[in-house]
């Protein structure tokens, strides 16, 4: 069973940072490109970074761009959202993700086949 495992959220305040860690279980993910989404109460899910299976390449969010760093250890199957500058509108429910074995990567919510039960991130003002 396919299995993506979030930690690291919790409460900061504005001007913090957080690093999150998504793990998958059950397959090897080097063969996909993964992302991070977030969803704020009463919002869409939105995407906010993803990354490609050998790491070289990311693509950010505009709204968090020089703010927060994807990452991926293939060897450890793991991917990180380092989040620095944190400012309150970034309160949500982080989510990993992991997309396709085609393609580089994608900011689309619905190329991506594996969700985590995703964590959440509170910044207080």
């Known amino acids: 069973q396919v299995q993506l495992v979030e930690s690291g959220g919790g409460l900061v305040q504005a001007g913090g940072s957080l690093r999150l860690s998504c793990a998958g279980e059950?397959?090897?993910?080097?063969?996909?490109?993964m992302g991070w989404f977030r969803q704020a109460p009463g919002k869409e899910r939105e995407f906010v970074a993803t990354?490609?299976?050998?790491?070289?390449?990311?693509y950010y969010a505009d709204s968090v761009k020089g703010r927060f760093t994807i990452s991926r250890d293939n060897a450890k199957n793991t991917a990180h959202l380092q989040m620095n500058s944190l400012k309150p509108e970034d309160t949500a429910v982080y989510y990993c993700?992991?997309?396709?074995?085609?393609?580089?990567?994608?900011?689309?919510?619905?190329?991506?086949?594996?969700w985590g039960q995703g964590t959440q991130v509170t910044v207080s003002s």
């Open positions: 993700a992991v997309g396709s074995m085609s393609g580089v990567y994608s900011d689309s919510r619905g190329a991506y086949a594996y």
């Open positions: 059950g397959r090897t993910f080097s063969g996909y490109y």
């Open positions: 990354i490609s299976r050998s790491g070289g390449r990311t």
